[in-house]
Nanobody, 111 residues
Framework: QVQLVESGGGLVQPGGSLRLSCAAS????????MAWYRQAPGKERELVAT???????NYVDSVKGRFTISKDNAKSTVYLQMDNLKPEDTAVYYC?????WGQGTQVIVSS
């Protein structure tokens, strides 16, 4: 059974940084693509970033140059480094692998 557990969310001022983590279990982490999504209040869930098993990354245009997705196969963990955060980045952030989702971690960007 695949389990994904996010952490690292919180309250941060505009321009600040956070690093989200997603620890995976119940799967062979190194051969799986992983993704981060987010859902803002009143909006649909959107794809933020993906990383393939080979380390190829992609981002939604709104976070390019500010967010970095990475993974540590030895720790079965995928990360989302978020820099220069903006109020519009406020959302619940989820990691996903295939049909499996984590429980989400809240990010609030506010002064």
């Amino acid at each position: 059974q695949v389990q994904l557990v996010e952490s690292g969310g919180g309250l941060v001022q505009p321009g600040g940084s956070l690093r989200l983590s997603c620890a995976a279990s119940g799967m062979t982490f190194s051969i799986n693509a992983m993704a981060w999504y987010r859902q803002a209040p009143g909006k649909e869930r959107e794809l933020v970033a993906t990383i393939t098993s080979g380390g190829v990354v992609n981002y939604v245009d709104s976070v390019k140059g500010r967010f970095t997705i990475s993974k540590d196969n030895a720790k079965s963990t995928v990360y989302l480094q978020m820099d220069n955060l903006k109020p519009e980045d406020t959302a619940v952030y989820y990691c996903r692998r295939g049909a499996s989702w984590g429980q989400g971690t809240q990010v609030i960007v506010s002064s």
